[in-house]
């Protein structure tokens, strides 16, 4: 993935996320990336509200996105970024706890580009990562622009 697109991680647990940035790195992931605790506060910086970040139409977005968030949910935020003409283009991968057949088939139904089940064993929700970070790192992946 080309250096200039930014990473948006909508994430909760503090741990979690530091794991994630970590093993994104590790997989030679040097993107920038930026965190947000919950739903509204992505929504906030996506339709630009108040945000301590920046959007730019310039910069391609890619969104790691929890379901399970306070304020609003990682589903209603991917509905609300693939029901807008702006940002519908985001790859937005689901990167969460929950398996459930029904929540997997409902976030793919509203749009996301991938679901990621991160295991509740911290080795193996490394090695999820690392393999997340291995697939970002291919040199030909590419992440759309705002068009």
Known sequence: MKDDAVILIAEDDAGHFALVRKNL?????????LHFRDGQEILDFLFERESSFELSS???YLILLDIRM???????VLKQIKN?????????IMLTT????VEV??????GCS???????????FMATVENLGQFLSLSNL???SDV
């Open 25 to 33: 790195w590790r997989s030679c992931v040097y993107n920038d990336i």
């Open 58 to 60: 310039e910069t391609p």
């Open 70 to 76: 306070p304020k609003v949910d990682g589903l209603e």
């Open 84 to 92: 807008s003409p702006r940002h519908s283009h985001i790859p937005v």
């Open 98 to 101: 929950t398996d459930d057949p």
């Open 105 to 110: 088939e409902r976030c793919y139904d509203s």
């Open 114 to 124: 991938f679901y990621i089940v991160k295991p509740a064993n911290y080795t193996e």
């Open 142 to 144: 590419t992440v759309p």
